[in-house]
């Protein structure tokens, strides 16, 4: 996935490319999820904009798109962080304290779920299960896996990921 907004240059460059990802699939039935997929890739979410370009482009209405954006949990209305940390709230860590985990995060970045931090270094989101209950609770931070986690480790945890450059 993009970088919010920086993965391809310009504004009128990406606006370029979401054309181009239109017109690949404006003839063809069930276009509308690839032509999310790929805006979102480009552009790190999809903005009202960015639906409104592609309503226009497929002749699909824009309750229609919003309908499915917000249906599907892949897609994004907001921006993503540069780390995008997801805590899982399924059963076995929930029972195990990940209400705690999410709370601290939540002190600790200034951010609520679904939010971004102001610098987009962080955004953070919850989820059912990532299938690793053994290590309850757990929260992944891009694709590194954290478990058996307390509240007070998600400060250093954060604190490695703040000045990485990679």
Do not use: W
């Not at 490319?17 to 690839?34: F, H, S, V, W």
């Not at 370009?53 to 919003?66: D, N, Q, R, V």
């Not at 939540?106 to 990532?130: H, P, Q």
């Amino acid at each position: 996935m993009g970088d919010n907004m920086c993965c391809c240059g310009s504004a009128d460059v990406m606006d370029q490319k979401l054309q181009e990802i239109i017109e690949r699939y404006k003839d063809t039935n069930g276009a509308l999820i690839p032509v999310l997929h790929e805006a979102q890739e480009l552009y790190g979410y999809l903005p009202m904009e960015v639906q409104m370009k592609i309503s226009e482009g497929l002749g699909i209405t824009l309750s229609e798109i919003y309908g499915v954006v917000t249906f599907y949990t892949q897609f994004s209305l907001k921006p993503k962080g540069k780390n995008r940390i997801s805590v899982c709230l399924g059963t076995a860590c929930y029972v195990k304290g990940a209400n705690h985990i999410l709370d601290k995060l939540k002190e600790k970045l200034g951010i609520e779920v679904g939010d971004c931090t102001e610098d987009g270094k962080f955004s953070l989101d919850a989820c059912r299960c990532i299938g690793a209950c053994g290590l309850a609770p757990v929260m992944m931070i891009n694709d590194d896996v954290y478990g058996r986690l307390t509240p007070d480790e998600i400060e250093g945890i954060i604190e490695k990921y703040k000045n990485r450059q990679d």
